[in-house]
């Protein structure tokens, strides 16, 4: 079952880049690798999605290695409003009544002026 | 287009009853999923509905049911409710199956405070 990690908290300043990893080694071929974002009392806000290699948007770029075992969440520049949760996600045995999502546990972003 | 909608926002029970939290997805969504987050445990997947039908469920006990109607609405009901039950439910559309590639939109949750 393709479980995930991730750090439980980082911190950050204005302007910098911040890259946040998710392990998930036992994600299998047809997985996708999803990212979200949670403030306090909302739901998940989609950020980025992907399947290998990289891919960017408008807010974040997310690059996954050949052997997809991981992801790394890039943010540029980042702003106080995106401290946040964010969470790693993937889904496994689709189509199988023993599928399963999966949310990682969640890495809490501080931003500091 | 409107978002996901949850219903109701805020429920307070006690503890043995049962409640009903309803969700209406993104217009043309088919696929519903549902989660229960809590400070401990963080977002844990309850169960996927698509097209009427549960396609994965998640490692929770048979108290917590659902279902999803012909125009995609979904309800979980949660019976005999106990104080861990206490928890945000989050509700989730999407087009198609989102292991496929497709993206999950959040409704703005359920708060639910067993007492």
């Known amino acids: 079952l393709a479980k995930t990690t991730q750090p439980i908290s980082m911190d950050s300043y204005e302007g910098q880049e911040v890259n946040i990893t998710c392990s998930h080694n036992n994600i299998a071929t047809n997985d996708y690798i999803t990212w979200y974002q949670q403030f306090p009392s909302q739901g998940p806000r989609f950020i980025i999605q992907g399947y290998k290699t990289k891919v960017t948007n408008e807010v974040a770029s997310l690059f996954i290695p050949a052997d997809r075992k991981s992801s790394t969440l890039s943010l540029p520049r980042v702003s106080l409003s995106d401290t946040a949760v964010y969470y790693c996600?993937?889904?496994?045995?689709?189509?199988?009544?023993?599928?399963?999502?999966?949310f990682g546990r969640g890495t809490q972003l501080t931003v500091w002026p | 287009k409107a978002g996901v909608t949850q219903t109701p926002r805020y429920l307070i029970k006690t503890r043995g009853q049962q409640v009903t939290l309803s969700c209406s997805p993104i217009s043309g969504h088919r696929s519903v999923s549902w989660y229960q987050q809590t400070p401990g445990q963080g977002l844990q997947f309850l169960f996927e509905?698509?097209?009427?039908?549960?396609?994965n469920k998640g490692n929770f006990p048979g108290r917590f049911s659902g279902r999803q109607f012909s125009n995609s609405r979904s309800e979980m009901n949660v019976s005999t409710l106990e104080l861990g039950d206490s928890a945000l439910y989050l509700c989730?559309?999407?087009?198609?199956?989102?292991?496929?590639?497709?993206?999950?939109?959040f409704g703005p949750g359920t708060r639910l405070l067993v007492l």
């Open positions: 996600l993937v889904a496994t045995d689709r189509g199988s009544t023993l599928g399963r999502l999966y």
């Open positions: 509905y698509f097209s009427e039908t549960q396609r």
């Open positions: 989730a559309s999407s087009l198609g199956l989102p292991g496929d590639g497709e993206t999950q939109y």
